[in-house]
């Protein structure tokens, strides 16, 4: 599935969704694996990772960057 510049989303809409993996926990194959890219504002290119389970609700998210940077710490203030 591919979108040109144009008509990107503005919500991250998932780009790769596997159902039917087995869940770890239920052993079910009721497992959703969501796979998405999104340009995040001072953190670049990012990677985001979900698997939601139907059967027992077993739910993961996790979250990457594309690049290696330097560890750092960003505050955000109220005003
Ligand atoms: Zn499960």
């Known amino acids: 599935m591919k979108k040109s510049p144009e008509e990107k989303p503005k919500k991250a809409v998932p780009e790769e969704v596997i159902a039917g993996e087995v869940c ?14 999104k340009d995040i504002p001072y953190f670049g290119t990012c990677f985001l ?31």
């Open 49 to 79: 990772f979900a698997m939601d389970c139907s059967n027992c609700g077993y739910h993961k998210s996790d979250i990457e960057t594309e690049s290696e940077q330097e560890p750092s710490k960003i505050y955000y203030r109220d005003r």
């Open 24 to 37: 770890p926990f239920c052993h079910e194959k009721t497992l959703v694996l969501m796979d998405t890219k």
